[in-house]
């Protein structure tokens, strides 16, 4: 379900806000991973070769609500209104816009660090009794605001000095959660499964503030 409201371009000012509610469910198919049963690790795999139907559940691209708003705001337009010769030469030229993102974590599994089911692969494991994509990680949420000056040189030409920023507000988006739940402990046959620690804890962030100058001619 999308829902958008969309302030179009006028008296100097533009809005646009979408909300989107979705739902992703999958049973693991992934055309990129390596050939099974090589004597190599694949996490793309389904976790029962034999029954595929065992990993349908919530898609590691289920992203359940996300809200995008941004915005234009000419500061141009003002310029005209303005009778001071100097206000209206400082307020001429001026563009503030931004965007602001927000979305719900993605889901992960549960596994255990070890090859359960002796299949060659490891990485598709998970915790006995405990499905698919059963927890969900952390949310997003980036603020990236944009300032631009214009000025014009006679009429074909003009330049465009800009400062914009990403993630602003440096806000620590995590990328990745530990997904190991437990441990295998001893030797065949007395293998013991032990609770691996810092289970859900962030291991990785997308970027952090990212402050970026820019000079623009158009002609």
């Known amino acids: 379900m999308t829902i958008s409201v969309n302030k179009r371009f006028t ?33 793309k795999m389904v976790q029962n ?33 303005v009778s001071n010769p100097l206000a209206r030469t400082l307020l001429a030229g001026w563009t503030v816009s931004g965007i602001l993102s927000a979305q719900s974590g993605s889901p992960y599994s549960a596994f255990v660090g070890a090859d359960l089911n002796n299949d060659s692969n ?19 949420f980036s603020l990236d605001p944009r300032i631009t000056r214009e000025f014009r040189f006679r009429e074909y030409a003009r330049v465009q000095l800009i400062a914009e920023g990403f993630n602003i ?13 437990y441990n295998v402990t001893g030797a065949f046959p007395n293998q013991k499964l032990a609770i691996a620690p810092g289970f859900g804890q ?18």
């Open 11 to 43: 008296r100097g000012f533009q809005f646009l806000a979408s909300y989107t509610y979705a739902k992703v469910i999958d049973d693991a198919p992934d055309g990129t991973s390596v050939v099974p049963f090589n004597g190599g690790d694949d996490a």
């Open 49 to 81: 070769p034999l029954n595929a139907a065992a990993d349908r559940a919530l898609g590691v691209t289920d992203i359940r609500n996300r809200i995008v708003l941004s915005g234009i705001w000419d500061l141009g337009g003002y310029a005209g209104r």
């Open 169 to 181: 507000l440096n806000r620590a988006n995590f990328n990745n959660v530990r997904n190991t739940l």
């Open 122 to 140: 490891r990485f598709t494991d998970r915790v006995p009794g405990i499905g698919r994509n059963t927890f969900t990680g952390p949310n997003f």
């Open 202 to 219: 962030p291991q990785g962030t997308f970027d952090p503030r990212i402050l970026q100058l820019a000079a623009k001619i158009v002609f």
